[in-house]
């Protein structure tokens, strides 16, 4: 629930951000398919770009802090952008070449869903074409979190993914963290 985490008064961030939540179940199973390879980094220096300051043991909320704006959603968006170009197009590029993949093997990419330039620079970087890249962030905004598994569902129950297929899950998020998995459905 990002609304808790939003000042409804900040235009930069406010109108980003949806909530939503999601799964996937995963088990084990004889059949072939299932998670083919997965990647993940992060850089926790660049925390600082999109954080909530306030909350929790770093900065617990008192009355004295409660109207500071600390804990809300605080972003610097053009350098998370720029962050966010680069490490999802890095993500997908490794789980291509860590599983010996290309991108005319990719049936469907699913990205977290937080901005649509975001999408298509990394669909772009793997030379993907968009029509093979699932997007729905017109519908709720980015999820956070959530964005993946509402996108996989969605793609499932319209017909876009189907037994066999070859999918790549990328993401970006909080504390800086990026990463990717190639999933055989």
Same mark, same amino acid.
Not at 5 to 11: E, F
Not at 126 to 138: S, T
């Given at each position: /629930?990002? *609304?808790?985490?939003?000042? #409804?008064?900040?235009?930069?961030?406010?109108v980003l951000f949806g909530d939503g939540?999601?799964?996937? %179940? !995963?088990?084990?199973?004889?059949?072939?398919?299932? @998670? &083919?390879? /997965?990647?993940?980094?992060?850089?926790?220096? &660049? *925390?600082?770009? &999109?954080?909530?300051?306030?909350? $929790?043991?770093?900065?617990?909320?008192?009355?004295?802090?409660?109207?500071?704006?600390?804990?809300? %959603? =605080?972003?610097?968006?053009?350098?998370? +952008?720029?962050? $966010?170009?680069?490490?999802?197009?890095?993500?997908?590029?490794? %789980?291509?070449?860590?599983?010996?993949?290309?991108?005319?093997?990719?049936?469907?990419? @699913?990205?977290? =869903?937080?901005?649509?330039?975001?999408?298509? $620079?990394?669909?772009?970087?793997?030379?993907?074409?968009?029509?093979? !890249? +699932?997007?729905?962030?017109?519908?709720?905004?980015?999820?956070?979190?959530?964005? @993946?598994?509402?996108?996989?569902?969605?793609?499932?129950?319209?017909?876009?993914?189907? =037994?066999?297929?070859? @999918?790549?899950?990328v993401a970006f998020g909080a504390g800086?963290?990026?990463?990717?998995? &190639?999933?055989? #459905?």
């Open positions: /629930t990002l *609304s808790r985490l939003v000042n #409804w008064k900040d235009r930069n961030t406010c939540s999601g799964a996937a %179940i !995963v088990a084990a199973s004889d059949k072939p398919g299932g @998670i &083919l390879e /997965t990647y993940m980094k992060s850089d926790g220096s &660049l *925390s600082h770009l &999109l954080e909530v300051p306030a909350g $929790a043991g770093r900065m617990p909320i008192t009355p004295e802090n409660i109207n500071n704006g600390k804990r809300y %959603i =605080q972003m610097e968006g053009p350098e998370v +952008f720029k962050s $966010a170009v680069k490490a999802m197009g890095e993500a997908a590029t490794r %789980i291509l070449e860590c599983s010996g993949t290309t991108a005319d093997d990719i049936s469907l990419m @699913i990205p977290h =869903q937080a901005n649509i330039r975001i999408i298509e $620079a990394t669909a772009k970087r793997i030379k993907l074409p968009m029509d093979r !890249v +699932f997007i729905n962030i017109h519908k709720y905004g980015n999820t956070s979190a959530a964005s @993946i598994p509402i996108a996989l569902d969605e793609a499932v129950r319209e017909g876009r993914i189907k =037994q066999n297929d070859k @999918i790549i899950l800086f963290t990026w990463g990717s998995a &190639l999933i055989e #459905w």
